[in-house]
């Protein structure tokens, strides 16, 4: 989850490394350090808090070098403190190193060097490694390495300077992502693809059990075992314009206001295009789904299926659940959406008659990793839906759907949610198209209207100023309660996660119709609750739920359909979004909820970007 810089080359090494840092503070900011070589010197400089206070640092007691490493700390092992923070360096001085993960026999190895004299500066697993490595070294770096990998339990991404070598620096990869990135006389390594952008396109992604040395010369590739392994880089297409924030004040809002784009690009050559004619399975024709080349299975495998698993953490899970409900319209399968933790721990029944799909933002987060190892081991059909198609993930199932997002940068996910909606929705509609539960008339009704979604949805961004006016009517608010039935239900789970990731100020979801087994005893004058009530098939439910609410006092804030005028007098507040099939409601319904948390943030002045505690890729258990 932290974020990691490397770079050798011509260049001043402290720029470089820095804006890396900087672009990859989403990953972490509790704090920040560097490490500079000139020569056989290396110069450290670390602190507390923000790469902008590392900055502030560096701007008072420069260094210098052409080869360089930095970190920016998401904290595990020890306190926010300066001695805790990376890079670390063993007494000698010399191993220094950088990490992303955890070592989990430290305390073992700790004991092991405190029984000799050593005395730790800080509380970290990092520094037992730094120790490890340097107690190994003789006059092999790589060898030390392999050595102490040997002796290391745990995930770990490490980068290591040896102080009597000034040409080339090393990379290890055991769990946490790690990208490497090479250009004339340069190599740069970073723990996203995005930090790399403004210098390469051409991208190497390591795979586990490896280890890199990085030298003006380029990148030599070994295993743990020694043997040297082909360097193979791909090119990404991202551009590092989309990493820039632009003339918006976060991240955050730039990316809620992209979902139209987002949309337009999931679904491009995946429905067809309305002034396209052509019918049948070699064309979608007018308004059909059409995923035949990239739908991985085969129709003999697609009419095996029995069950289908929706698996995800976070936000991505919220994506699922819209998903599964969907599933269980369309698919005429057994259908189950859990969190990749708890369905990694249970005893599912999973095999070859199983699509197992695990979707993740980043294709790096480590339950779902763990998850789809442990699906796949069971013989089930996986399926990764990522925005990273060179991700651990996407690599490792080798079938992925893409949501062509481009990079998100702000911790709390919003254009890739929009996208794993829509990739999640073509793929189940496509599912129940292949076992025959999808009509051609439904097919052509649905993926109309997708197509139109996203200017349904850029008007409601042209509302933002509505939905500012609406959160300053509720700062003191002490929290908010989000209601909703079906896919609704999952849209305020999605709300709520929003609110309190950014805003930090309670929130939680319940079904609609839970509310009078438990939660409707919290109500109160002070507690608004959010309904989401489009006009679907259970909307008279939803309304029902919601007079009990404000029979309660409850202040009742209603994201509902335009046209709806019942909903008005039961409601303090409403936001109206277009009107659309039932089933794609969630598409419209989620972004003034978006946007509520955002502006509710800003009136109280959060870290919008970079919300306290969390982190944008959870790499780490």
Known sequence: MCGIMGYIGPRDAAGIVLGGLECLEYRGYDSAGVALAEGHKIGISKCVGSVANLKAQLAKNALSGKMGIGHTRWATHGGV????????????????????????????????????????????????????????????????????????????????????????????????????????????????????????????????????????????????????????????????????????????????????SVLRKTLTGRIGNADEGGSGEESAGKGGIDLNAEFPFSEENARSFRRVHLVACGTSCHAAAVAGRLADKFTGLDVRVEAASEYRSGSVICDAQTLAIFVSQSGETADTLAAARQARAKGARCLAVTNAVNSSLARELGAVLELRAGPEIGVAATKTFMGQLAALTLLVLWIGKRKGNLSREKELRLTEELARLPMKLEKILGQGETLRKMAESYKDAFGFLFIGRGASHAIGMEGALKLKEISYVHAEAHAAGEMKHGPIAILD?????????????????????????????????????????????????????????????????????????????????????????????????
């Open 81 to 260: 403190t300066r001695e805790n923070a990376h890079p670390h360096v063993d007494p000698d001085g010399k191993v220094v190193l950088i990490h992303n993960g955890i070592v989990e026999n430290f305390h073992e190895l700790g004991e092991e060097f405190s029984k000799k004299g050593v005395r730790f500066a800080s509380e970290t697993d990092t520094e037992v490694a730094a120790f490890l490595i340097s107690s190994l070294y003789k006059d092999d770096p790589l060898l030390a390495i392999r050595e102490a990998c040997a002796r290391l339990r745990g995930s770990f991404a490490f980068v290591i300077l040896f102080s009597d070598i000034d040409d080339r620096y090393y990379c290890v990869r055991k769990g946490p992502p790690l990208v490497l990135g090479a250009a004339a006389g340069e190599a740069f390594c970073a723990s996203d693809v995005t930090a790399l952008l403004p210098y390469t396109h051409d991208i190497l992604f390591m795979e586990d059990d490896e280890i890199a040395e990085l030298s003006t010369e380029g990148i030599a590739l070994y295993g743990f075992d020694g043997t040297r392994k082909e360097a193979r880089t791909k090119t990404v297409d991202w551009d590092a314009s989309m990493t820039s924030k632009g003339m918006y004040p976060h991240f955050m809002l730039k990316e809620i206001e992209e979902q139209g």
């Open 525 to 621: 004058v002070h507690l608004p609750v959010v309904a989401i009530a489009p006009k679907d098939d259970l909307y008279e439910k939803t309304l029902s739920n919601i007079q009990e609410a404000r029979a309660r006092n409850a202040p009742i804030i209603a994201v509902a359909s335009e046209g709806d005028e019942d909903i008005r007098r039961f409601s303090n507040d409403c936001f109206f979004v277009p009107g659309t099939e039932n089933e794609l409601t969630p598409f419209l319904t989620v972004v003034p909820l978006q946007l509520f948390a955002y502006h509710l943030a800003s009136i109280l002045g959060r870290e919008i970007d970079r919300p306290r505690n969390l982190a944008k890729s959870v790499t780490v258990e």
